[in-house]
């Protein structure tokens, strides 16, 4: 689900091309449920930007199927696009392709690539590409940047590693990289400038920045267990120059 200042968006749990997708919207100023026409080759509502949506969807020559048989929506995706778009919130129709690429990944002969969406800042959206090459098991990540106007900046950040975002307010400010058992980090600002770096400490099994707060402080989780949700709080500063000195949050009332 996803608000801006008029409503409140949701879809179905369960979307395209498995079922057919529905959306509905809620007045946040009288409360009242509404029909929202979102077209139902949708997946996914995944943010919203000066109003409009980013979402995405399957393109191809031929019909979705929204079969009960998932081997069908399987075999119907090798011929179909994964598609971007800014869409408009009222009427559900997309206005502006941002990207595209085969929904298994675009291939140039030598390797596959996929793309994720990470979050905006202003009008510029970030993607994180995965690139896979055939002859190695290794991959490299990489952001692309596609401004309003429409033109695409790549930034090239690490080999094998991963890739993630830090946001303030609903927008990025970080790009962060980590390895895959989620014990070492690394901070770049939106132009792929390094910023610095953190690993977690000996003796947790869980150490992960998640956002940032306006007093410049960001917010990591450190315990997480299926009754509970343990956070806590280190200065932006003493955590970029590799300080794991936090203050756990308390929970009151």
């Known amino acids: 689900m996803l608000y801006d200042e008029q409503y409140l968006y949701s879809i179905s749990s369960v979307t395209a091309p498995y079922a057919y997708t529905q959306g509905q919207r809620l007045d946040l100023q009288t409360g009242e449920t509404l029909p929202w026409n979102i077209p139902g080759e949708t997946t996914n509502v995944l943010d919203v930007v000066n109003g409009q949506l980013v979402t995405c969807r399957i393109l191809s020559d031929s019909p979705v199927p929204f079969p009960e048989d998932s081997e069908m929506s399987d075999a119907f995706l090798q011929n179909s696009l994964c598609e971007f778009d800014l869409t408009d919130a009222v009427t559900g129709k997309p206005v502006q392709k941002l990207l595209s690429y085969p929904w298994y990944g675009e291939d140039d002969g030598t390797m596959r690539t996929f793309y994720y969406y990470l979050g905006h800042n202003g009008s510029d959206l970030y993607f994180s590409g995965y690139h896979t090459p055939y002859a190695t098991d290794q991959h490299s990540v990489s952001v692309l940047c596609i401004r309003s106007d429409g033109t695409q900046d790549a930034l090239d950040l690490a080999e094998d590693w991963n890739c993630s975002a830090l946001g303030l307010d609903a927008e990025l400010r970080w790009l962060m990289t980590y390895n895959s058992d989620m014990t070492a980090f690394t901070l770049y600002d939106l132009q792929g400038n390094r910023l610095g ?17 306006d007093d410049g402080r960001v917010v990591l989780l450190i315990g997480k267990t299926s009754a509970s949700t343990q956070l806590a709080t280190i200065p932006a500063d003493a955590f970029l120059s590799g300080s794991t000195e936090y203050t756990e949050m308390e929970f009151v009332g």
């Open 197 to 213: 770096a953190n690993a977690r400490p000996a003796g947790l099994a869980v150490y992960t920045p998640l956002t940032l707060l």
